[in-house]
């Protein structure tokens, strides 16, 4: 069955560079999040997709952003890079059916690395 | 804001021994509970999903249980084998498009 892509799998940068995360969801899925795992730490929600509409925001910095295309894919920009941007950046999307319970298939992960 | 605490943080056993893992959340208005597996440096592998529904799932030598009342959720492994290694996660859905909160994770070392 086809899973979450991400690409790249991984990228390094250097300080006060930009980076741009990639991601393409199961095929039908609809939703798509984002999460940024810092080394040593749970994953943090950072933002979501639903329709190509924001639907959720979490600790995302000003220097990011992120938007939902119109084949579902989705893109984290990442701007004027810092040490502590290293992390593992996932991606994962779901289907949100009637009812409202849906279940998170997450991607690989990107590993971004700034020197 | 819901908030995920797994304890113990790190757990070693002897090859061969039931262990369980234990996961707690603030908030027990979920949609639903996972638990995921992560080794290092990779990316996380989904183990088990239960539903607000549910109280239990079982996947081979896995079996987790949800108290969604006492917000508590627990992940039993029998027969542990050093290839179950790794840090297990638990994460929570919440909230009108369900983003995931996660657990801090136990770390599990099973020695051979």
């Known amino acids: 069955a086809a899973g979450v892509i991400q690409s790249p799998r991984h990228l390094i940068k250097e300080k006060r560079e930009t980076a741009t995360l990639k991601c393409y969801p199961i095929?039908?899925?609809?939703?798509v999040y984002w999460y940024q795992q810092g080394p040593g730490q749970d994953p943090q929600f950072l933002i979501s997709f639903y329709e190509k509409m924001q639907s959720d925001k979490g600790s995302i910095p000003d220097r990011f952003s992120a938007q939902q295309f119109s084949d579902y894919h989705s893109e984290l920009n990442m701007s004027s890079l810092e040490l502590g941007d290293s992390a593992l950046y996932f991606c994962?999307?779901?289907?949100?059916?009637?009812?409202?319970?849906?279940?998170?298939?997450f991607g690989p992960g990107t590993r971004l690395t700034v020197l | 804001k819901q908030e995920v605490t797994q304890i113990p943080a790190a757990l070693s056993v002897p090859e061969g021994e039931n262990l369980v893992l234990n996961c707690s959340f603030t908030?027990?208005?979920?949609?639903?509970l996972q638990w995921f597996r992560q080794d290092p440096g990779k990316g996380l592998t989904s183990l088990l999903l239960i539903q607000s529904s549910q109280r239990e799932q079982t996947s081979g030598r896995l079996n987790a249980s949800l108290d969604k009342s006492s917000g508590r959720s627990t992940l039993y492994i029998a027969a542990s084998q050093p290839g179950d290694s790794a840090t297990y996660l638990c994460?929570?859905?919440?909230?009108?498009?369900?983003?995931?909160?996660f657990g801090t994770g136990t770390k599990l070392q099973v020695i051979p």
């Open positions: 908030d027990s208005a979920i949609y639903n």
């Open positions: 994460a929570v859905s919440t909230g009108g498009y369900q983003k995931v909160t």
């Open positions: 994962a999307s779901s289907l949100v059916e009637a009812g409202g319970t849906d279940t998170q298939y």
């Open positions: 095929p039908r899925h609809d939703t």
